[in-house]
């Protein structure tokens, strides 16, 4: 047996930019659906777009997601996200993407820091680095993983009692590196990272790309296996996302913030279609701008 204690927030409105104009996308199990999803799985949420700010959520939304952390081992948990072998190559990648915009590489955040797979490069750029992470399972890890760099302090918080205990301090770099998608808030988060921004500084977020071309793949193959499904978002199984975003959102919110869009790209390297079909469509995504992941660069608005 199995319980699964859920606190779920029901919305009749866009939980990021209140809108009454949303749609549901269809059922998401709590495991993998593959192209014949009538079968597989025991419960399912539903999936819900905004069509004021394209924000795809979860609806019902699970609220209490600090269950799911707790509960998961936290290396099955990171080898399905980044493997050991392109976390070097996205690290060098981030860099070129960020660094002409970076003013200092004075002291940086690293917001939903995991396990401490980025922090450790985090660490060897910049004089001074925080790390929070706010599960308890991942930080014993975080702990151990960084006890050897003296240029980070970590501290287990979620964002808000970090904000809240630390009113004074300013980062250059507020790192938030696959982390929105997983809280029931981000608007919140990425205000709490607004405040603790210096004037100059720069706010790096990553999440999923719900304009991503697998689903366009994967919705053709559910219209004909599967109607009522939808592929996106994961609110019920690893990796746990409650939302998935396009650069429509974050035109929407970084006007609602007041910060400014200094940068946007999607990610095309991974597809996760079979090995012959992997190659045209890596391809086409970066043809069309529709990679897996959004990264986008912030600032506060002059
Ligand atoms: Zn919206």
């Given at each position: 047996?199995?319980?699964?204690?859920?606190?779920?927030?029901?919305?009749?409105?866009?939980?990021?930019?209140?809108s009454k104009k949303v749609k549901n996308?269809?059922?998401?199990?709590?495991?993998?659906?593959?192209?014949?999803?009538?079968?597989?799985?025991?419960?399912?949420?539903?999936?819900?777009?905004?069509?004021?700010?394209?924000?795809?959520?979860?609806?019902?939304?699970?609220?209490?997601?600090?269950?799911?952390?707790?509960?998961?081992?936290?290396?099955?948990?990171?080898?399905?996200?980044?493997?050991?072998?392109?976390?070097?190559?996205?690290?060098?990648?981030?860099?070129?993407?960020?660094?002409?915009?970076?003013?200092?590489?004075?002291?940086?955040?690293?917001?939903?820091a995991g396990i401490g797979l980025l922090?450790?490069?985090?660490?060897?750029?910049?004089?001074?680095?925080?790390?929070?992470?706010?599960?308890?399972?991942?930080?014993?890890?975080?702990?151990?993983?960084?006890?050897?760099?003296?240029?980070?302090?970590?501290?287990?918080?979620?964002?808000?009692?970090?904000?809240?205990?630390?009113?004074?301090?300013?980062?250059?770099?507020?790192?938030?590196?696959?982390?929105?998608?997983?809280?029931?808030?981000?608007?919140?988060?990425?205000?709490?990272?607004?405040?603790?921004?210096?004037?100059?500084?720069?706010?790096?977020?990553?999440?999923?790309?719900?304009?991503?071309?697998?689903?366009?793949?994967?919705?053709?193959?559910?219209?004909?296996?599967?109607?009522?499904?939808?592929?996106?978002?994961?609110?019920?199984?690893?990796?746990?996302?409650?939302?998935?975003?396009?650069?429509?959102?974050?035109?929407?919110?970084?006007?609602?913030?007041?910060?400014?869009?200094?940068?946007?790209?999607?990610?095309?390297?991974?597809?996760?279609?079979?090995?012959?079909?992997?190659?045209?469509?890596?391809?086409?995504?970066?043809?069309?701008?529709?990679?897996?992941?959004?990264?986008?660069?912030?600032?506060?608005?002059?």
């Amino acid at each position: 047996m199995h319980t699964l204690r859920l606190l779920l927030n029901f919305y009749s409105q866009c939980p990021v930019c209140k809108s009454k104009k949303v749609k549901n996308l269809g059922l998401r199990y709590d495991g993998s659906q593959g192209l014949f999803p009538c079968a597989k799985g025991h419960i399912a949420l539903s999936g819900y777009k905004c069509l004021n700010c394209d924000t795809v959520f979860s609806n019902p939304m699970p609220i209490n997601t600090q269950l799911f952390y707790e509960s998961e081992n936290p290396l099955e948990y990171f080898d399905t996200i980044l493997t050991k072998d392109d976390i070097n190559q996205r690290w060098k990648s981030i860099v070129e993407f960020v660094q002409e915009h970076l003013k200092s590489w004075g002291n940086a955040l690293d917001v939903g820091a995991g396990i401490g797979l980025l922090t450790q490069f985090l660490a060897q750029e910049f004089a001074e680095v925080i790390a929070i992470e706010p599960s308890r399972t991942f930080f014993k890890m975080l702990k151990e993983n960084l006890h050897n760099e003296n240029n980070i302090r970590v501290s287990q918080n979620t964002f808000e009692e970090f904000s809240q205990n630390n009113t004074t301090i300013q980062f250059d770099f507020i790192f938030i590196h696959e982390v929105l998608e997983h809280v029931p808030n981000p608007i919140e988060l990425l205000s709490f990272a607004k405040n603790m921004l210096r004037e100059n500084g720069i706010i790096y977020v990553c999440v999923p790309n719900n304009r991503w071309l697998t689903y366009d793949i994967v919705k053709l193959a559910y219209s004909l296996t599967g109607r009522c499904f939808t592929p996106h978002l994961a609110p019920l199984h690893p990796p746990f996302h409650l939302y998935e975003f396009s650069k429509r959102t974050f035109r929407y919110i970084a006007s609602t913030l007041n910060l400014e869009v200094v940068a946007m790209r999607t990610r095309t390297e991974r597809t996760y279609v079979p090995g012959l079909l992997h190659s045209p469509v890596k391809f086409l995504s970066k043809l069309l701008d529709k990679g897996y992941e959004v990264e986008v660069i912030l600032k506060k608005s002059t």
